[in-house]
């Protein structure tokens, strides 16, 4: 109990702490993460609060602003290190802002994953991974949310048709 709430305590300190390359890894360090030499943590970085020790970082990693990363996804109330799955990111890897790392996923050495990407399987070595970029999908021809109501803006929706 008493472990759990040490390490609580310090992922919480290193989720707000200043210090990019000091602080932050040097608090996830001791939370448990496996960090090399040369990682960035942006602020705000959350790592699985009950298996850290299944995490590994390389040498020279930029994690972004508000990344999470996993590793483990239980449904109930199982609990046990037999559950957890490694996540592993190597060597000269970038993850954009606002990523999402699940368990049992490999980065690959050089790999750079884009803004808002949720990483599900692994990812190869120096590859750009990410969804295709946003565009447009519907003309919108009901407006001003304070005169209607949801269901008539989704009726309002002309969605435009693929390009062939």
Same mark, same amino acid.
């Given at each position: 109990?008493?472990? $759990? ?28 993460? &496996? ?6 943590? $942006? ?36 609990? $046990? &290190? ?50 295709? &970029? ?29 390009? &062939?």
């Amino acid at each position: 109990m008493l472990n $759990s709430l040490f390490k609580w305590v310090l992922n919480t300190l290193a989720f707000f702490s200043p210090g990019g390359y000091t602080l932050r890894p040097f608090l996830q360090r001791m939370h448990g993460v &496996k960090m090399g030499k040369h990682v960035w943590l $942006s602020q705000y970085v959350y790592f699985d609060g009950i298996h850290p020790e299944s995490i590994t970082i390389g040498d020279n990693v930029a994690i972004g602003l508000r990344c999470t990363i996993f590793a483990h996804l239980y449904s109930g109330h199982q609990r $046990s &290190k037999d559950h957890a799955r490694p996540v592993i990111i190597e060597d000269d890897v970038f993850i954009g802002p606002h990523c999402v790392i699940l368990p049992n996923v490999r980065i690959g050495k050089g790999a750079v994953v884009q803004a808002g990407t949720v990483v599900s399987r692994d990812v190869p070595p120096f590859t750009l991974w990410g969804a295709p &970029k946003a565009g447009p999908l519907a003309r919108v021809t009901v407006t001003s949310p304070q005169e209607h109501t949801p269901e008539e803006f989704v009726k309002g929706l002309r969605p435009f048709r693929p390009a &062939k």
